[in-house]
C-alpha cells in the first residue's frame, strides 16, 4: 500500500512538471500587464534608502515615505504638484523615449485630482498608482517585455 501511494505521488508530480512545462513553452501568460513594461526606477536613491531600512509596513506606508521625504506633498493628504511634475521632467531627462508616458502622468495624475479608493485617503498611493498606470499605457517600445 505504500509504495503504491509513493508511486501514486511520483506520477502526479512529474504529471504537474509536464503541464507547466507545456505551458510554459506555448509563451501564454496571465502575468498583470504591469510585469510587461520594464519601468526604470522613479524614486530618487536617498527617500528610497531611507524608505527602506525599516521598510514602514501596511498598504501605503512605504509609498506615504517616500513621497514624504522626495517633498511630494504639502501635508498627509496634499500633493505638491509643482515639486512632482519637476521629479518626473528630471527623470525624463535621464530616460529618453518616455516623453509620452511623462506627459500622460503629469496630465492624468498631477493635473486632476484623483482617487484610486483604497480602504482609506492615501494621495501618495493614488498619485504613484496613476502614474504606474500612465507610464504602462505609453510604454517604449524598447520597454515593452510581452
Known amino acids: 500500500m505504500i509504495r503504491l501511494f509513493a508511486f501514486f505521488t511520483v506520477f502526479v508530480l512529474a504529471t504537474d512538471a509536464d503541464v507547466l512545462t507545456k505551458e510554459r ?3 501564454a501568460t ?3 500587464i504591469s510585469a510587461c513594461c520594464e519601468i526604470p526606477e522613479l ?3 536617498k527617500p528610497l534608502s531611507e524608505c527602506s531600512n525599516p521598510r514602514p509596513m501596511g498598504p501605503c506606508n512605504d509609498v506615504q ?3 514624504e521625504k522626495s517633498g511630494f506633498l504639502t501635508d498627509k493628504n496634499t500633493l505638491n504638484k509643482e515639486a512632482y511634475k519637476k521629479h518626473l521632467q528630471r527623470w525624463l531627462e ?3 523615449g518616455w516623453t509620452a508616458a511623462v506627459e500622460k502622468a503629469i496630465t492624468d495624475c498631477v493635473d486632476r485630482d484623483l482617487r484610486q479608493y483604497l480602504d482609506y485617503p ?3 498611493y493614488d498619485v504613484f498608482t496613476c ?3 500612465a507610464m504602462l499605457k505609453k ?3 524598447d520597454y515593452w517585455k510581452c
Request: a positive charge; charged letters at 30%; proline letters at 12%.
Open 25 to 27: 513553452s506555448r509563451g
Open 30 to 32: 496571465l502575468k498583470p
Open 43 to 45: 524614486g530618487d536613491p
Open 65 to 67: 515615505c517616500i513621497f
Open 94 to 96: 535621464e530616460h529618453k
Open 122 to 124: 492615501c494621495k501618495a
Open 131 to 133: 502614474t504606474g498606470i
Open 139 to 141: 510604454c517604449p517600445k
